[in-house]
Structure formats: C-alpha cells, structure tokens
T-cell receptor, first 114, second 115 residues
Framework: NAGVTQTPKFQVLKTGQSMTLQCAQD?????MSWYRQDPGMGLRLIHY???????DQGEVPNGYNVSRSTTEDFPLRLLSAAPSQTSVYFC?????????????FGSGTRLTVV | DAKTTQPPSMDCAEGRAANLPCNHS???????VYWYRQIHSQGPQYIIH???NNETNEMASLIITEDRKSSTLILPHATLRDTAVYYC????????????????FGSGTQLTVLP
C-alpha cells in the first residue's frame, strides 16, 4: 500500500515553462487536493476534487489547472511558471471531504522557478 | 470555520509530556477540533480529533475544555522524533452541515523536543 505518491520530488523550471506535477493514490479515496507551502507558512489550498470528473478551486488557484479523469490520479499543471510559484507542493487524499480526519499527504514536490 | 490561535513555538524536554494549547473561542457546536503535525520537509500527518469529549489514541491525547473554547494536545512522553509543527484546525463535519468544507492550515506551533 503506497498511499499518496507524488512525482517528481524536485524540479527546477525556467520562467514561462509549463509542467505537470503528478499525484496518485491507491486507497480508493474519493477526495483529493493540492496544497502549496511557502517558507515559514502553513499550507494553502490550490484545487481539490471530490471525485472523478469533478474539480473546484481552492484559496490560491491562479496559474494552476487540474483534472480528475480517474479516481487514482490528480495531476496539477503549471501553465506558465513564474518565480512566485516557487514552493513545496503537497497532494492529499481522503476517503471523503466530509470528515476533517484521515487525510493522507504525499511527501511533496519541491519546485523552484528561476 | 472558527479561527484558532496557537503559540508560534514551544520547547519540551525529551521524555516529558508536551502540552500544546489551542484557543478557538468562536467555535460553534458542530465544529470538531483536529490536530495534524508536519515533521520537517514531510507532508502533514493526522494525529487526533474530537468534538467535546476528551480523546486518546496511540499517538496523543486531546483535552477539550467544557466550554469548548480551547483545547490541549498532549504527547505523553515526547521524543526527538516528535519535533514538528503542530496544527490545530477547527472545522465543521460536513455531513451535518450539508456543505463542503476544506482543511485549512494556519501557522501552527513549532514544537522542539530537546535532548
């Protein structure tokens, strides 16, 4: 049981490049979400999904796109990377968003935009 | 969801109990208290949650005051591996509210366990 798997672990991008951060879970969780964490700060929600085919915006969605074609995968796309998107990105999943417990987080993707 | 207030940092001696406070004076009757922690560079990890009764699991105990305006997370015998940022989150149980709720993280408390 791998839990939540994020790839890559590290990435350096040039300004204007695009890329996709991958997130996969093998727990048949209905709910998945993406957070970003800037140095010394708490996590901020970017986008979330309550099931395949359903996504919605979180607190800081600008510059990011998501889709959920399967229950297992929830990729995060950076359309045109900017230095302000330098951050650590965490993917999380939960059996349901209805409960605040039992969220499982991935180990993070550390992204630097130069 | 109600706001929470936590001290920015605390120290604790290894082997002693770590008591992490959280104020949530505007908590409403259907809001739960959740605790997560984040060990350096890792994703957050769920610890415990409660509504109004005290709760205990293999990781920690949660003490909620009778008026529910504050709570304390207790790590009974802190180890060096408990050094982490601890987040107190107050949130409605969406099943009872009928609306979506997200997990919102504040700044948390940096707990440092000293040898």
């Amino acid at each position: 049981n791998a839990g939540v798997t994020q790839t890559p672990k590290f990435q350096v991008l040039k300004t204007g490049q695009s890329m996709t951060l991958q997130c996969a879970q093998d727990m048949n969780h209905e709910y998945m979400s993406w957070y970003r964490q800037d140095p010394g700060m708490g996590l901020r929600l970017i986008h979330y999904s309550v099931g395949a085919g359903i996504t919605d915006q979180g607190e800081v969605p600008n510059g990011y796109n998501v889709s959920r074609s399967t229950t297992e995968d929830f990729p995060l796309r950076l359309l045109s990377a900017a230095p302000s998107q330098t951050s650590v990105y965490f993917c999380a999943s939960s059996l349901t968003q209805n409960r605040g417990y039992g969220y499982t987080f991935g180990s993070g993707t550390r992204l630097t935009v130069v | 969801d109600a706001k929470t207030t936590q001290p920015p940092s605390m120290d604790c001696a290894e082997g002693r109990a770590a008591n992490l406070p959280c104020n949530h004076s505007t908590i409403s009757g259907n809001e739960y208290v959740y605790w997560y922690r984040q060990i350096h560079s890792q994703g957050p990890q769920y610890i415990i949650h409660g509504l109004k009764n005290n709760e205990t699991n293999e990781m920690a105990s949660l003490i909620i005051t009778e008026d529910r305006k504050s709570s304390t997370l207790i790590l009974p015998h802190a180890t060096l591996r408990d050094t982490a940022v601890y987040y107190c989150i107050v949130r409605v149980d969406a099943l009872s509210s009928g609306s979506a709720r997200q997990l919102t993280f504040g700044s948390g408390t940096q707990l440092t366990v000293l040898p």
